[in-house]
């Protein structure tokens, strides 16, 4: 079985219940095909590059998962015809990335973290000279 991993966006007037019985009836295609869920994260909603179906948000949902071609095939079919769908992706992955998933991230961790590699360079420039 082959490691993925999907981000889909959903219509933003629907409540985030309706978003995770989405994600529920996604999971279960994946199990029906004899797959494995390895993380399902709500990421929020989020203010979309351009409109998409008139619409200027979306809830975005990240997804890993082990799973056949054929459930993949499934999964995106009906994912294409559900009608809160926006958009959605689904990539091929050699490793899954660790951690929380970049797109949960609000702006203000960004800037703890970048505030703490500048303070970890001084350090080290301090070590230095």
């Known amino acids: 079985m082959n490691k993925y991993e999907c981000i889909y966006?959903?219509?933003q007037d629907i409540p985030q219940s309706?978003?995770?019985?989405?994600?529920?009836?996604f999971t279960g295609i994946i199990k029906e095909y004899n797959g494995t869920i390895h993380?399902?994260?709500?990421c929020g909603?989020?203010?979309?590059?351009y409109k998409i179906k008139k619409n200027r948000k979306g809830h975005y949902v990240e997804m890993h998962f082990e799973a056949s071609p054929d459930a993949i095939v499934e999964?995106?079919?009906q994912m294409g015809l559900h009608e809160d769908?926006?958009?959605f992706l689904t990539l091929r992955m050699k490793e899954f990335v660790k951690g929380p998933s970049?797109?949960?991230q609000t702006k203000g961790y960004k800037e703890s973290r970048r505030v703490a590699v500048v303070a970890k360079e001084e350090a080290?420039?301090?070590v230095v000279a």
Do not use: D, H, I, T
Request: overall charge neutral; charged content about 30%.
């Open 102 to 104: 970049p797109l949960s």
């Open 45 to 49: 909603l989020r203010q979309l590059a």
């Open 9 to 11: 966006v959903a219509r």
């Open 18 to 25: 309706q978003v995770e019985n989405m994600s529920e009836q």
């Open 85 to 87: 769908m926006l958009r």
């Open 75 to 77: 999964m995106e079919r």
């Open 124 to 126: 080290q420039e301090g």
């Open 39 to 42: 993380k399902v994260e709500y």
